[in-house]
């Protein structure tokens, strides 16, 4: 199947802040374009882009080699960090060396502007190819307006510049032919059947029927066994009731992607009301009777919606996944709540089914020596944080910091080395305060019953002077469990966590 290959910046993808639910640049790009491409018709190309396409068990730099070399049209979001990160580099040369000087008509190298990047800023690799800017004016001028400015877009002007692009893909990217061009041909390889793990996903209601069907093909594409099937089968409740509990019996893992709406209609337009809820209440039976190590992991997806209210009317634009499963059932104590983009979800998810990834918390043992792990708040501030790490070092503390280009999530990162981590430094100078909470939440994350208890971290908030918004948000923060310092300069950051450093070397820090 032909491919689109988005390359990009992570720090692109930054979603907007607190008081919006809308997706980064990259995300609400990468769905309007899936969008404009099967409004043309063009159900035979398919769209490669990391996040979605790489879980947390496979080589990174393998699986995007094989994309770039896989891929017919190459989209470079061209921004004022692209060419700032090696793996953009990476991709961009890996392209323009496989396709340099390519036939007439047949351009597949395309830039798709998103800031007004100076022309001696850009990569010798944009000479000559086509581009598509997603904003118009300059910054010189004044007149400078981005197509997506806070998760709004400027809809005619956007619409227009992408309807443009899909224009240029269509062209240059032939069609399949058509089933009787193939005819007598010899018949292609059948795919591999599912036969990993079993995985429960439960039937979801109409306004969650879209993103189940994504889960499922993911899931399915990765090799795991999922079930049941779509609810078109289900003739009666009784029938729902027994299909779904033969699966929940036997999986490994139990997932429901939870929204508003409660009743599924059946084929033959039977309504099982409170579907939704029997579901988590007969998944909710099996993990209470399941005994440790035998207790399945039940994940739970539930996005943010604009017109939820709290108990005073006011509009709530993120809410607290766990308090939203109360409208549903009573949670579990190893239920795991996620609320973010369904992308990034999606990765997460194939993350935790991954045989073994409990294992480093399960493996903890009291002996192990303690190390420090100083973690960003916010990609813009992945600097300060890797300067904080340093002083620490150089103070003798065992510093950790994540992989500020890995394709996991900070959620799968963490629970891959916080079975040695006994305090986490978290380095604040331009990010969001919504971040620094979402960290803080995926910290404080209840383990699950039976696994072994290991220490919960010491908490440390290092704020470092940053723009006025910033410094406008960290005067409105306050969180009693977390210690907070003030450093000037991150690079001597050791001096203001002198008490940390202490606790280290006297060998009494948690």
Not at 67 to 87: I, N, P, Q
Not at 454 to 462: M, N
Not at 491 to 497: F, G, Q
């Amino acid at each position: 199947m032909p491919t689109v290959f988005i390359s990009y910046a992570r720090v692109d993808d930054t979603l907007p802040p607190k008081g919006t639910d809308d997706d980064g640049w990259i995300s609400y790009f990468h769905e309007a374009l899936s969008y404009g491409l099967k409004t043309w018709g063009r159900n035979d190309l398919r769209i490669w882009r990391d996040a979605y396409e790489i879980d947390g068990s496979q080589d990174f730099r393998r699986r995007i080699e094989e994309g770039v070399d896989g891929c017919d049209v190459f989209l470079a979001v061209h921004s004022t960090e692209y060419y700032e990160r090696k793996w953009c580099r990476m991709e961009l040369k890996r392209f323009h060396a496989r396709t340099d000087n390519p036939p007439p008509g047949r351009e597949c190298l395309i830039r798709i502007g998103i800031h007004d990047v100076p022309r001696d800023r850009w990569p010798a690799e944009f000479d000559g190819r086509t581009g598509f800017d997603f904003f118009s004016g300059n910054l010189q001028s004044g007149d400078y307006q981005p197509f997506y400015w806070f998760g709004t877009i400027a809809k005619s002007l956007y619409l227009e510049r992408l309807r443009e692009l899909v224009t240029a893909i269509n062209r240059l990217v032939p069609r399949a032919p058509a089933a009787a061009e193939t005819a007598g041909r010899a018949p292609a390889k059948a795919a591999a059947k599912p036969g990993g793990p079993l995985v429960f996903v439960a039937w979801a209601a109409a306004d969650m029927a879209d993103a189940r069907a994504r889960v499922v093909a993911e899931l399915t594409a990765r090799g795991f066994t999922v079930l049941p099937l779509e609810p078109q089968l289900l003739p009666g409740p009784a029938a729902a009731k027994l299909l779904a509990q033969q699966t929940i019996d036997r999986a490994e893992a139990l997932v429901h992607l939870i929204g508003e709406q409660e009743h599924i209609t059946g084929a033959d337009g039977t309504v099982h009301r409170h579907l939704v809820r029997r579901q988590l209440e007969w998944s909710g039976s099996r993990v209470d009777e399941a005994a440790p190590p035998g207790t399945p992991c039940r994940i739970l997806w539930l996005p943010s919606f604009a017109g939820l209210r709290d108990g005073d009317g006011r509009t709530v634009h993120r809410p607290d996944a766990m308090a939203l499963l109360n409208r549903f059932c009573a949670p579990r104590d190893n239920d795991v709540p996620e609320n973010g983009d369904l992308l990034t979800f999606i990765q997460v998810l194939a993350a935790r089914l991954r045989p073994g990834y409990a294992m480093p918390d399960d493996t903890w043992e009291e002996d192990e020596e303690p190390g420090l792990l100083a973690v960003w708040a916010d990609p813009v501030d992945a600097e300060e944080a890797v300067a904080v790490a340093r002083s620490l070092k150089a103070q003798g503390l065992k510093a950790r910091i994540p992989d500020f280009d890995a394709a996991d999530p900070m959620d799968v990162q963490l629970n891959g080395i916080l079975r040695r981590t006994s305090s986490v430094v978290i380095c604040w100078r331009d990010g969001p305060a919504e971040t620094v909470r979402a960290l803080l939440k995926t910290l404080r994350r209840p383990r699950p019953p039976g696994a072994r208890k290991r220490p919960a971290p010491a908490l440390w908030l290092v704020k470092i002077p940053g723009s006025p918004d910033a410094e406008a948000a960290k005067a409105r923060f306050f969180d009693g469990d977390l210690e907070e310092v003030e450093a000037d300069d991150p690079h001597r950051a050791a001096e203001a966590l002198g008490s940390l450093v202490r606790r280290f070397r006297e060998g009494v820090a948690r």
